[in-house]
């Protein structure tokens, strides 16, 4: 008997699905939430093993996010990136007071929950019909109806086209799972998999969707000064809207030459690449709107990897001084 394309991916997905991920587990639409947020630009292994738990374990409901500082959230945040979820996930727990909407309609009008997003969460946690469209099922609807177009509104009208409205659960995790497992960008298995009948761009799929003009990314030059005063050390909680909330040394686009010079870090961003020269200052001016820390209390502060990467250097020539080495 031949299959539909549906059930041949519910079958598929039946017998090789990742079935044991702890939000396939729940309906918990809090938990679901929380791992479509993290899972946009973050890869399930690094959720998994480093974040998800730790997460839920310091929130283990929404209400609890809701009643959190946002700099507390941003630090159980550290080292996924991306700040702007964190932000998100503590305004939208804030704008549904702790308790999420029941559709899609609702989840919408949170901050940070988008049209695949709300679905997902409906889908999953509420079992309401409908599709998503994340960045794997984009890619398997361009190349199964041999799509070279990147058009988001058509996307949607394909993606509802080869849904299975009876068993959202199932199909929309099939799907996620064959984005991950067998569609995959690079070389996907074609001989394996479940569409691969009624695929009509499985003899070319790398043309589905056209590759984008690749734009080479700028790079921003800074100064990061980290100013000292008997042992404690000037930080400032970002108010501008990159890094918002994270806690940060001062910055300047001026090049300060060789004094007190702790070393280089190059950190990579979404829109650019920073290099920055990092120097020490024994300079007694008190940058206006930074607070005082020492060293031991900075574990406790959300900061971003940048300004990780500044203490760093600073412990290192700290250490070297001490050591009675060249320092800085
Ligand atoms: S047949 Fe190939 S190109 Fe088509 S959906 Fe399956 S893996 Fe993707």
Not at 119 to 147: C, G, Q, T
Not at 187 to 210: A, Y
Not at 272 to 280: C, M, N, Q, R, S
């Amino acid at each position: 008997m031949k299959l539909t394309p549906q059930a041949s991916l519910l079958y598929w997905y039946e017998h090789n699905g990742r079935h044991d991920l702890p939000w396939r587990n729940t309906d918990d639409p809090y938990a679901i939430y929380l791992s479509e947020i993290m899972l946009q630009q973050t890869q399930v292994k690094t959720v998994l093993e480093r974040f998800y738990f730790p997460f839920l374990e310091r929130f283990p409901t929404l209400l609890d996010v809701a009643d959190a500082e946002l700099d507390d959230v941003l630090k159980r945040w550290e080292g996924l990136g991306y700040y702007t979820r964190a932000r998100n996930l503590h305004n939208a727990a804030r704008q549904c007071e702790g308790i999420l909407p029941t559709d899609a309609h609702g989840l919408i009008q949170l901050s940070g929950i988008g049209r695949s997003t709300a679905h997902a969460i409906a889908a999953f946690a509420y079992r309401e019909s409908l599709p998503i469209l994340d960045a794997n099922v984009k890619r398997i609807l361009h190349r199964y109806f041999a799509l070279p177009k990147r058009n988001e509104k058509k996307l949607w009208e394909y993606a509802y086209l080869l849904f299975d409205p009876v068993h959202p659960f199932e199909y929309n995790q099939a799907m996620m799972d064959l984005g991950a497992l067998v569609c995959v960008s690079k070389n996907p298995l074609c001989d394996t998999c479940p569409l691969e009948t009624t695929c009509q761009g499985k003899t070319s799929p790398h043309v589905f969707p056209e590759a984008k003009m690749k734009k080479a990314k700028p790079v921003r030059r800074r100064s990061i000064v980290i100013h000292q005063r008997n042992g404690r050390y000037a930080l400032m909680q970002r108010q501008s809207r990159f890094l918002h909330g994270l806690w940060g040394f001062f910055e300047t686009d001026e090049a300060l030459g060789n004094r007190n010079f702790l070393g280089h870090i190059t950190q990579h961003y979404s829109h650019f690449t920073l290099e920055a020269d990092v120097y020490l200052s024994g300079d007694e001016t008190e940058p206006e709107g930074y607070e005082w820390f020492g060293l031991d209390e900075f574990a406790a502060l959300s900061m971003s990897r940048a300004d990780q990467k500044a203490v760093t250097l600073l412990r290192y020539n700290l250490e070297k001084k001490e050591s009675g080495c060249e320092s800085y």
